[in-house]
């Protein structure tokens, strides 16, 4: 089950893919479509996220940004 993190209330654009980058802010890239390239990342907000080890990172339906603990080995 996700957590909240924190609330950014991002409205998603078609095209795009949405990601965490390695400060902690919500970015955008133009995807790579049909022999195309893809373009340059942007940043859309800055957040400032301190990550925690051991838990995934993304961005929700709501625009905002979540955690979920990994699952790490099996038994």
Sequence with gaps: MA?????AGIKR???????I???GNISRA???RGGKKGGKPEQV????IKRVKGYLYFIDKK???S???MKRGRK
């Design 45 to 48: 907000k800055k957040v400032g």
């Design 63 to 65: 625009g905002d940004v």
């Design 30 to 32: 133009k995807m790579a």
């Design 21 to 23: 980058d390695k400060k």
């Design 13 to 19: 654009a078609k095209g795009y893919l949405y990601y």
């Design 3 to 7: 957590e909240k993190v924190t609330k």
């Design 67 to 69: 955690r979920a603990k």
